[in-house]
Structure formats: C-alpha cells, structure tokens
C-alpha cells in the first residue's frame, strides 16, 4: 500500500508560478505510473499531466507549455511545476499512482489504484 500526500497548493495571482509536491510513503514508487488531476468547481475531475518510469510524459492541452510534471524516485516525490497560472487553472489538484509501468488509458481517473487527498490552488484574476 502507498500513501500519497500533496503539498503547495495556495492562493496565486494570474501569471505567477507553483508547485505541487506529491510524497509517498509506505512502499517506493519506483517503477509506478504517476499522474496529477485536478477538480473543479461544476466540472469532471480531468488528467493535468502523467508520467513513466522512465520520464515519459503525457499532458493535457490546457497544461502544454505551462506545467512540467516530473519525479525524483530517490525522494518518492513527484512534482508538479505550474507556470503562468490562469483563473481557470483553479481547482483541487489530486495526485495519482498506479503500479503498471505504463497504463493506455492514462487520462482516466479510474485507472490509478491510490490517490491523495487533493490540495487547493487558487488562481485570482
């Protein structure tokens, strides 16, 4: 069993930066699938972005060119750095793991077997 926990969400103007930081405990996350969600007020909870073992990454068009996802195994950590933040950017963000190395449907929640408990970030205009 892992536990996750995310950390850095908090208020931020439009244009400026974050980032998130999803620590896991209990086993190592080496050779999981990770993935960061968010959830929205009256929407879906929908994929930000994903990423291998082996650094692949994925990302939804909305985060392309602004969010990196990344992971230092050695750590058990996964980050997620936000840049150029917009109001509609904010949500609830959620991080996710599953322990396929790779997983085909990657941008479907149903898909990760553990989840943290989400942090707030919050993007004012």
């Known amino acids: 069993q892992v536990q996750l926990v995310e950390s850095g969400g908090g208020l931020v103007q439009a244009g400026g930066s974050l980032r998130l930081s999803c620590a896991a405990s209990?086993?190592?996350?080496?050779?999981?699938?990770m993935a960061w969600f968010r959830q929205a007020p009256g929407k879906q909870r929908e994929l930000v972005a994903a990423?291998?073992?082996?650094?692949?990454?994925r990302e939804a068009d909305s985060a392309k060119g602004r969010f990196t996802i990344s992971r230092d195994n050695a750590k058990n950590t996964v980050f997620l750095q936000m840049n150029v933040l917009k109001p509609e950017d904010t949500a609830v963000y959620y991080c996710a793991a599953d322990p396929a190395y790779y997983l085909t449907s990657y941008y479907s929640e149903t898909a990760y077997d553990y989840w943290g408990q989400g942090t707030q970030v919050t993007v004012s205009s």
């Open positions: 990423i291998t073992d082996g650094g692949q990454t």
């Open positions: 209990g086993r190592s996350i080496r050779g999981y699938f």
